[in-house]
């Protein structure tokens, strides 16, 4: 993810220097996604430039602090009112690898798709755990924490029943495939397999 | 110390050329103060795996309820009296006297549950514990299940919803009667909230 947005909603709160913003962006996202301190400078150093942030002077302690232009704030104002951008998210490299397995052949699917599930089962209950271990209290941060934690949660639940879905999609298409077509690795003739693709590499 | 112990347990429904071998080769085993979940899709073999500890046809709901007490122990008399009340608590009282085959799927599974939760167990087994009911009673069984295991009970949870094994310290997965995989032992939280840094 870009933490181009992520700094500039902070930066609406109060000017900020590099370190302190990284603190604050994982405070606020509970360490899920740990920033390194470059990493923040070198976003900074593009804000400026894009003339979204600018520099505010120096703290007793020498440190740059940053703040939001005119423009930075209409950015993070656009930012709160649009919706995230689901199709510049990263490849799925899960759905990139299921979809290579039931069409390379001589993979074992179930046995993929098994390993999946037992990894991801495993997050599921370590975020569980977490999750009954967190003690909002009316706390901000906390409760800040626990909102990411339960999208890690639902995102790990999703996935699992995703993979049983597959699991049995793969399951009846083995039953119902001639033994010609098996043997091609797929249970559909190629002419009706080509257009459901190409409308995938249309979204893309 | 390990309260329950499968060790190469199988099940055959029918004979000859139409033999279902819903379970083949089963081994498990629960710790007391663990949390054990049984993961398969429909078929798998996890519901035949609890049948094994279902309730009993010849006997009535409070009898069912008041048997494991029985087994841990207790006095029939008293185990009696234990299994009335928490029929009672549960609201199912007019169920009391009544035989499984007398009771609705759900009231079935009522009496389950009651039983799964009764008195100061050793051993909890519960099959989709939350199945007939609303989200959130289901969440609190799922609470009241952990916080027993917590206690020092060796727990057994069967179901597909993978949010609910994962209230388990292990999830098991079990697919055509067979154990394929596990998750393993679950770490503290104490010790994931370090990992996290929190």
């Known amino acids: 993810m870009s933490i181009r947005n992520g700094l500039l909603a902070l930066l609406a709160d109060q000017p900020m220097y590099g370190a302190q913003l990284r603190s604050e962006f994982e405070a606020r996202t509970g360490d899920t996604w740990p920033l390194n301190v470059g990493q923040v400078y070198q976003t900074l150093t593009r804000l400026e430039r894009d003339g979204l942030v600018d520099q505010r002077g120096e703290d007793e302690e020498g440190r740059t602090t940053y703040g939001l232009t005119d423009a930075g704030r209409a950015e993070v104002e656009r930012w709160w009112s649009e919706p995230v951008d689901r199709e510049s998210t990263p ?7 299921l979809a290579l397995a039931v069409t390379v052949p001589g993979v074992d699917v179930t046995r993929v798709v098994q390993a999946q599930r037992t990894a991801t089962m495993r997050q599921l209950r370590d975020l569980t755990r977490i999750k009954s271990a967190t003690v909002t209290d009316g706390d901000r941060t906390q409760l800040a924490w626990l909102l990411v934690v339960e999208n890690l949660i639902f995102a790990a639940e999703s996935e699992v029943r995703w993979l049983d879905h597959v699991e049995a999609r793969v399951a009846r298409a083995a039953g119902s495939a001639s033994p010609r077509a098996a043997t091609a690795g797929s249970p559909e003739p190629a002419t009706q397999r080509q257009a459901p693709v190409r409308t995938a590499r249309g979204l893309r | 110390m390990v309260v329950l112990q499968l060790s190469d347990v199988s099940r055959t429904h029918g004979s000859g050329d139409t ?5 083949r080769g089963v081994d498990l085993v629960v710790q007391a103060g663990e949390l054990v979940a049984v993961m398969g899709p429909s078929g798998s073999g996890k519901s035949t795996l609890l049948n094994l500890f279902n309730l009993i046809s010849s006997l009535t709901a409070a009898e069912n309820v008041s048997l494991p007490l029985e087994l841990d122990g207790m006095r029939p008399r008293q185990a009696r009296k234990h299994a009335r009340a928490a029929l009672e608590e549960v609201g199912i009282r007019e169920l009391t ?26 051993l909890v087994l519960a099959d989709e514990p939350t199945g007939a009911l609303d989200s959130v009673t289901g969440e609190a069984i799922l609470q009241v299940l952990r916080h027993r295991c917590d206690q020092g009970a060796a727990g057994l949870l069967v ?21 394929v995989d596990t998750t393993g032992p679950a770490p503290s939280a104490e010790s994931l909230l370090e990992t996290t840094g929190v």
């Not at chain 2, 033999?19 to 379970?23: P, T």
């Not at chain 2, 035989?99 to 799964?116: E, K």
């Not at chain 2, 179901?159 to 154990?179: N, Q, S």
Request: with cysteine; aromatic share 6%; charged share 30%.
């Open chain 2, 97 to 122: 006297d009544r035989y499984p085959d007398q009771m609705s799927g759900g009231q079935q599974q009522r009496v389950a549950i009651c039983r799964a939760l009764v008195g100061d167990r050793r």
């Open chain 2, 19 to 23: 033999a279902v071998h819903a379970l």
């Open chain 1, 91 to 97: 490849r799925n490299e899960l759905a990139i690898k």
């Open chain 2, 159 to 179: 179901t597909h919803e993978a949010r609910h094994a994962a209230w388990a310290d292990r999830v098991v997965f079990l697919r055509d009667g067979v154990v």
